[in-house]
């Protein structure tokens, strides 16, 4: 029987919250608003972009300013500072044992797919990546299927069974994925949203890093010990 493990791109595998939090800073200092810090950050953080701009006091105008040309001011940013960001601890461990063990690999996200492949192939771990869930381009992110949708017309297309699947994200989004789809679900600290917020969410696991997940994929017999 087929086994998948799925995971969320950034603030998950990708190392990109201190990218993230540089380009949420660079965007309020160009309106010579009060930039925050981490704590503040994952506190508000949410998705589409424009819900946490308006967390974190922006106008309606200045939002409008940031989205046009499809939010090229913050993805143009994010882009260049996030260019050599790393992997988070133990991500590439998980990734090869479960290559090894032709275990289904997908990254679904909310971001763009060609520049998680460009990533995805500076990192060195295309090989270990079965397949990219994302949104086509800038134009149609938050504007067509959404992660949820995506992923199950995915495993249905694939024949993955929910039981045999594990979800993997930093965000409550996973979770509720995970609840509507059947999925086991692990939640990573240290991405985008706070412990707290995370463990309200009510997920199946909650871990520190990757090598964490190693014991609960081998527990749920999604990568066999040996």
């Not at 508000?44 to 090229?72: W, Y």
């Not at 993955?160 to 789809?181: C, F, H, K, S, Y």
Request: net charge neutral; hydrophobic share 45%.
């Amino acid at each position: 029987m087929k086994s998948a493990i799925v995971f969320d791109w950034n603030g998950t595998l990708l190392d990109d919250a201190n990218a993230v939090l540089q380009t949420i800073n660079a965007i309020l200092s160009r309106f010579g608003r009060a930039t925050v810090d981490m704590r503040r950050l994952r506190e508000e953080f949410e998705l589409p972009l424009s819900v946490l701009f308006r967390n974190l006091d922006m106008s309606k105008d200045e939002i409008d300013v940031v989205e046009r040309n499809d939010s090229a001011i913050f993805h143009d940013t994010y882009e260049f500072l996030a260019r050599n960001a790393a992997l988070r601890k133990g991500a590439r461990n998980v990734l090869l044992a479960a290559d090894h063990r032709a275990v289904h690999t997908i990254i679904v996200s909310n971001h763009i797919v060609e520049p998680i492949r460009a990533q995805v192939r500076r990192l060195g771990i295309k090989t270990h990546v079965t397949d990219i869930l994302a949104f086509e381009n800038r134009a149609t992110q938050f504007k067509s299927v959404n992660k949820e949708e995506r992923l199950r017309l995915y495993m249905q297309a694939n024949d993955i069974p929910p039981q045999r699947t594990v979800i993997v994200g930093d965000m409550p989004v996973e979770t509720e994925i995970a609840r509507n789809l059947g999925l086991i679900n692990v939640s990573i600290m240290g991405g985008f949203v706070s412990e707290a917020r995370l463990r309200a969410a009510g997920p199946d696991y909650m871990i520190h890093d990757h090598h964490e997940l190693l014991p609960i994929l081998q527990k749920h017999c999604i990568l066999p010990i040996g």
